[in-house]
């Protein structure tokens, strides 16, 4: 003969949550008919190991629908209700059942469940309130990422450009007026340069800050110091290959991050964007050595940016010395550079090969 195993209820405004004491708990068979839920499963209740039934007949109207999940010691149900509501009773009899008992664990009076649903209306409002925020500052995080990476691209692709163009009508003559013609627009693309510095000191873009700082610290240093201090540069062809090389990196990286904020991808962008640096970078840094030797003698020369000592010394320390120390940096940064830079080309590409496996 089947027997009856021990149930607790429990109630909310929308479920009705009932607990069936049995351990290890098999061939379960729950099923609502006609307002009415029928239990038989095999177990370990409180009379030992045998098969236990029970049936319900709820008070008011429920969904059909039931849901169950058993558990070591016990068998859950939740049945919807028909109809939103508090119940007075479980079911239609008025005499409760000797099986049947509330369950504390879960119980609650009617003041106390609506107040568990405010605060999840409140919580869940709190967390649509957060998600638009953390939308909203995406959003404004992208646009602003998209404008910058749009004003380098044009700012670079218009150097890059124009010396081209130049190349090719006044030939070698336009390597002796590159600054002349170019400075103001390259002096507006690396002031602009260093937002990626700060870009990556506070997490608009996943990069290192490191490597990013000695970029644009060392390009700056070559632009303002080298070249904008010293007139005598200015007429220098390695002006022009300086240039040049920083820009033709430049035109395929911008595009590259470009896209990246709309979540789009240019195989071919991606491919030149994590490639052409490989020849380009260290000739760049060669570039750059070349045009700091040839300005060493000129500030030897001029004494300019020398660091005077005391008058009984009477001398001072020319500012050659902390070119030769750069020389050495800049060779160090080169490494240090190129490293992250074949790491991340490595990340890219191995990532693409197995998803595509």
């Not at 879960?106 to 409002?125: G, H, Q, V, Y």
Request: include cysteine; glycine fraction near 4%; hydrophobic fraction near 45%.
């Amino acid at each position: 003969m089947p027997l009856t195993p021990l149930v607790y209820w429990a109630q909310r405004h929308e479920d009705i949550y009932l607990r069936v004491e049995l351990t290890d708990a098999q061939n379960i068979d729950v099923n609502v008919n006609d307002n009415v839920l029928q239990f038989r499963a095999q177990g370990h209740g409180a009379k030992g190991q045998n098969e236990y039934e029970f049936s319900l007949e709820f008070l008011l109207p429920v969904k059909s629908e039931v849901s169950h999940k058993s558990t070591q010691r016990q068998v859950n149900i939740t049945v919807r209700k028909e109809q939103r509501g508090w119940w007075k009773r479980l079911m239609l009899q008025e005499r409760k059942p000797v099986f049947l008992a509330p369950d504390f664990d879960r119980w609650l009076d009617e003041s106390d469940a609506e107040m568990e649903i405010r605060e999840k209306e409140e919580k869940r409002n709190l967390l649509k309130a957060s998600r638009h925020k953390e939308e909203g500052f995406v959003s404004l995080k992208t646009g602003f990422l998209f404008v910058y990476n749009l004003v380098q691209f044009l700012g670079f692709s218009w150097i890059f450009v124009n010396m081209t163009v130049r190349l090719f009508i006044f030939g070698q003559d336009s390597l002796y007026d590159t600054f002349h013609t170019i400075s103001d627009v390259m002096f507006f693309c690396q002031i602009l340069a260093a937002v990626e510095v700060l870009n990556a000191a506070f997490g608009v873009v996943q990069t290192g800050v490191i490597p990013t700082f000695i970029q644009v610290v060392g390009r700056n240093f070559i632009l303002f110091i080298i070249f904008g201090s010293l007139e005598e540069m200015h007429n220098q062809p390695v002006v022009f290959f300086v240039f040049y090389l920083w820009s033709t990196i430049e035109i395929f990286r911008y595009p590259f991050d470009m896209l990246g904020c709309l979540n789009t991808e240019w195989k071919t962008l991606t491919w030149l964007r994590y490639t052409i640096w490989i020849p380009l970078y260290p000739l760049g840094v060669i570039a750059e050595a070349v045009a700091v030797l040839q300005s060493i003698p000129i500030f030897d020369e001029t004494k300019l940016f020398s660091i005077p000592l005391p008058k009984a010394v009477g001398t001072s320390i020319s500012f050659s010395y902390v070119l030769h120390i750069y020389l050495v940096l800049v060779f160090l940064g080169l490494f240090i550079n190129f490293r992250h830079l074949y790491k991340q080309r490595k990340r890219r590409f191995c990532t693409k090969k197995r998803k595509a496996n």
